[in-house]
């Protein structure tokens, strides 16, 4: 399959992972409130096992597609005056409403109105006040600290794999020793 057959089947694709991501987080209950008041609390490391699969997964799933040449990376410019800020914001929503965007959507889906209300009400009021103050936000805080669009075999200077294998059993070692703990 060539890379302009794989660009025109992305919004299928596109539709039919993201039905299977929140199919799964589903399946796993990180769209319920009470998991991840739970993890919030140290109790319930259930999202944490979920999140952790997902990196693992998209991680190798994503370098293999690079290196089949199916896809082309495009990491975008970081900056601390983005994520601070950005990381802070989405903490407090996160432990305000027990919901992340991603749940969200999977919490509206099993009918939760905390979700629908709360969550998509914060999401669009949110992004109305982030696009009205964008302007002057991009020439402000969002370009203090930049590091550039740096990822970590660009940064170390070595093959993809060099750092997607490792970091990858580091993960795995990480949730068998969390299975094996009961948590």
């Known amino acids: 399959m060539t890379r302009k057959q794989v660009q025109q089947r992305s919004p ?9 991501f929140g199919f799964l987080l589903h399946k796993g209950g990180a769209t319920k409130y009470d998991v991840i ?61 027990g919901y992340c965007p991603g749940t969200i959507a999977g919490a509206i889906g099993n009918g939760y109105l905390d979700a629908l209300v709360g969550g998509l009400a914060g999401i669009i009021i949110g992004t109305a006040l982030f696009a009205a103050l964008y302007p002057r936000l991009q020439k402000g805080i969002l370009q203090k600290g930049d590091f550039g ?22 993960i795995v070692l990480l949730l068998a020793w969390l299975e094996s703990a009961g948590l």
């Open 37 to 97: 008041l739970g993890q919030l609390l140290l109790e319930d490391f259930t999202v944490l096992k979920i999140m952790l699969s997902a990196v693992v997964t998209g991680m190798i799933g994503i370098y293999f597609m690079k290196g089949r040449g199916w896809v082309t990376l495009s990491p975008k410019a970081g900056s601390l005056g983005m994520n601070i800020p950005g990381g802070l914001l989405f903490g407090v929503g996160f432990a305000v409403l």
């Open 149 to 170: 669009d740096r990822t970590l075999p660009k940064l170390l200077r070595v093959n993809d794999w060099a750092v997607v294998a490792p970091v990858s059993l580091l």
């Open 12 to 20: 299928a694709w596109g539709l039919l992972i993201g039905l299977i």
